[in-house]
């Protein structure tokens, strides 16, 4: 009894512990949103300044430590099927530079002082897009490889985008187990015969700066997607996925086709009009991360 007490005690003390601390940072890919957020707590330094002034040395500092938290969240992002931008990185040293460089364009997008005025809260947003996006760490084919057209006759038309199903669990390609679509920076779509329909390679560079290879959602009657795939596009169920991280998507060969056969949906998959509807938990994406003290 004695014993199941003390226990008892040490858990209380250690959950009062933990909720005194107020010093903390959280990380999370926003798939959907197509941004990395950063979040800071941190105690004021009261004791040492009046209230306006340790609120503004306080949001000095969470300034200052963003880009820290950026570079340890930004090197689990899964670049393609085997890589994360750490296993690049350690490959090719030529990319620190550009990550360096695009850790000082996140942007705070709010702050909040709490209930009882001895903590700063700020979020900062790196996006993965745009002319300062995460996305400008890597280099951009700027002619795109060929897309070899299906020569063979197959009923389709002009497709305004592509809208590729591929929640739940899939057939994992050289694998004995399914497994579920994660999300990454880019991808290869394949037909069942494994042929590459599309990869980065063969995407336009500008629409990838833009808005990525495909946008990533839950839920594709959204209307901000309209803008992407338009009014008419071909709705796709995908067979299976593929690659260590499991980001690569295989579709029939007849959906392959009906893209392949004409010039103009070659033209609108280059230009990466693509939508993936995955299961929403992927889409928020936590990472672990530490702050470190002044």
Request: proline share 4%.
């Amino acid at each position: 009894m004695k014993l199941k007490l003390s226990l008892l005690i040490v858990l209380f003390l250690v959950i009062l512990g933990m909720s005194c601390y107020s010093d903390r940072a959280s990380a999370f890919f926003d798939w959907k949103a197509g941004k990395l957020l950063v979040d800071i707590r941190k105690k004021m330094p009261l004791e040492k300044y009046p209230f306006p002034r340790a609120k503004s040395v306080t949001a000095g500092f969470t300034a200052d430590m963003a880009p820290e938290i950026f570079l340890q969240a930004i090197m689990r992002l899964r670049i393609d099927s085997y890589y994360t931008l750490e296993e690049a990185a350690e490959n090719d040293e030529s990319l620190l530079g550009p990550i360096l460089k695009v850790s000082k364009d996140g942007r705070r997008i709010w702050e909040k002082v709490s209930d009882d005025f001895t903590t700063y809260n700020a979020r900062y947003v790196f996006d993965f897009y745009g002319n300062s996006g995460i996305i400008n760490i890597f280099d951009l084919q700027r002619n795109p490889f060929p897309i070899e057209r299906y020569l063979g006759f197959v009923p389709t038309r002009k497709f305004s985008g592509f809208v590729i199903y591929a929640k739940g669990f899939l057939r994992a390609h050289g694998k004995r187990k399914k497994e579920r679509v994660n999300p990454a920076m880019f991808f290869k779509l394949l037909d069942e015969d494994m042929n590459v329909i599309l990869e980065r390679e063969m995407c336009y560079p500008d629409y990838l700066k833009k808005w990525g290879m495909a946008a990533y959602t839950d839920n594709e009657k959204e209307a901000g997607l309209l803008k992407r795939v338009g009014a008419f596009p071909l709705n796709i169920m995908a067979r299976g996925v593929f690659g260590k991280y499991a980001t690569d998507i295989i579709i029939s060969r007849q959906s392959a086709r009906q893209i392949l056969a004409l010039k103009e949906n070659i033209e609108t998959l280059k230009k990466c009009r693509i939508v993936i509807v995955i299961d929403s938990d992927k889409l928020d994406e936590v990472i672990p991360v530490t702050l470190s003290q002044p």
